[in-house]
């Protein structure tokens, strides 16, 4: 394992801004290089048009895997070629296999160990599914790529002195359909990934959790639902047992004001809108998603495509690329810490 580590980075969707965030982000690391080597997934062309549509020279070189004396101030492209031009803010299906290759390709790298860490841009899920594929997201695309049984989204935001940490234990489903995933075994199993990823990642010796609720008040003792009473309790109960330092279920409208929320190292939601506005509303634009339960670390940005900003030349040269910088810092620093945890005494 080299001492820092090698990242390797998807462009996400070609119309939307990507491209360009990544630009900014070649920029920076060409000004001060960040303690990685850095490698892109995307057409070269398109990245390089882009780079220039913003005036950003273009600060990228082929990448080759053979190399190992590539510069360590430039991002390399691992050229994917797209099979129509990319229109900025008009994303087009027939480029949706070029996006699930590079999602492919960037995975595959790193669980054969050829990179560290892997940090997604955003890609755009509509046109995946008006394309024909069956995406969800990646977090579910990397879990079955990798034959991964279960994994869970975090998103992590706040600042360095007080971080704000939120999993989930379901992701992306209608909101009808979560009570059915809520039970004792999906809850269990989310904790136990979360517990052992603060451990073994974020170096958290006994990481305190807090565990939302699924309805509102917790439930009020069965009046308002029964799933705390019949599956997220005895999760607890289970894993208190095992030495796990968990609180909870407790109300979601109260367990993320500041002062509770500041005694936890990580706060378990129980859907994708009950943790992830709260945590967005204090950290959008700097957040970072983070899948646990891989076997390779995977951080990605908090916001989306940002169409209406890739179309227009100016929006998108003042786009803010701060939480893709922040979800490879994050990357390197968790991949860092695997690294020395991995290292014999």
Not at 151 to 177: F, K, S, Y
Not at 206 to 214: D, E, F, S, T
Not at 248 to 269: E, H, M, Q, R
Request: hydrophobic share 45%; aromatic share 4%; with cysteine.
């Amino acid at each position: 394992m080299p001492a820092s580590p090698s990242i390797v980075i998807t462009s996400g969707e070609p119309a939307g801004i990507g491209p360009e965030l990544l630009a900014m982000l070649a920029r920076q690391h060409a000004d001060r290089p960040f303690a990685a080597r850095l490698v892109a997934i995307g057409d070269r062309d398109l990245l390089a048009q882009r780079a220039r549509r913003i005036g950003v020279d273009t600060p990228y070189v082929n990448y080759d895997a053979r190399a190992a004396d590539a510069p360590r101030d430039r991002i390399g492209i691992w050229h994917l070629p797209l099979v129509a031009p990319a229109v900025p803010g008009q994303p087009d299906p027939v480029n949706a296999r070029s996006v699930l290759d590079m999602l492919a390709r960037g995975c595959d790298a790193c669980a054969t160990g050829a990179f560290e860490a892997l940090v997604t841009a955003p890609v755009q899920k509509s046109v995946l599914l008006d394309a024909g594929f069956a995406f969800v997201g990646h977090t579910e695309f990397f879990a079955e790529r990798t034959h991964t049984p279960r994994v869970v989204m975090m998103l992590v935001g706040g600042n360095a002195a007080a971080p704000l940490r939120v999993a989930l234990v379901t992701t992306h489903l209608a909101l009808r359909e979560v009570p059915q995933h809520i039970s004792r075994t999906t809850v269990t199993e989310t904790l136990r990934i979360v517990q052992a990823d603060l451990v073994a990642r974020f170096g958290l010796a006994r990481p305190r959790v807090a565990v939302c609720g699924l309805n509102p008040h917790a439930g009020e003792g069965g009046h308002f639902g029964r799933e705390e009473i019949d599956a997220i309790e005895p999760a607890i109960a289970e894993l208190r047992g095992e030495g796990f330092a968990l609180d909870g279920p407790l109300p979601a409208d109260t367990v993320f004001v500041p002062d509770i929320a500041g005694g936890y190292d990580a706060i378990v939601a129980m859907y994708h809108d009950q943790g992830l506005p709260v945590l967005k509303a204090v950290s959008f634009g700097h957040g970072v998603n983070v899948t646990l339960g891989l076997p390779f670390v995977r951080t990605s940005v908090d916001h989306g495509t940002a169409l209406d900003l890739a179309c227009d030349p100016g929006r998108a040269a003042g786009a803010d690329p701060g939480s893709l910088v922040a979800a490879l810092e994050l990357a390197i620093a968790l991949a860092s810490a695997r690294a020395r945890n991995a290292a014999p005494a």
